[in-house]
């Protein structure tokens, strides 16, 4: 009775021990997924940034093309008021 006690306990313990192992595994590839999760999420927020200044910086160039016609519009008016 006590072996067979014994040798249960021993295979508990083992299949305890294969299933710690197993969790490590998995553990371990899911902190590679995290990592590699994070990188993406670093590189898609710094995309972001360089779209946004990308988009700032295409603003600027529309708004003062609109006020470089803005000013010549002005010059037209203005010549078309001293013709009359």
Do not use: H, P, Y
Not at 26 to 44: D, P, V, Y
């Amino acid at each position: 009775m006590a072996l067979d006690r014994m040798a249960a306990l021993e295979a508990r313990v083992r299949g305890l021990v294969e299933m710690i192992q197993t969790l490590k595994r998995a553990n371990a590839a899911l902190e590679g997924e995290l990592r590699a999760a994070r990188e993406r999420l670093l590189q898609q927020r710094e995309s972001e940034r360089r779209w946004e200044d990308e988009r700032a910086g295409i603003k600027a160039r529309i708004e003062k093309v609109l006020g470089e016609l803005d000013v010549i519009e002005c010059i037209e008016e203005s010549k078309e008021v001293a013709l009359d």
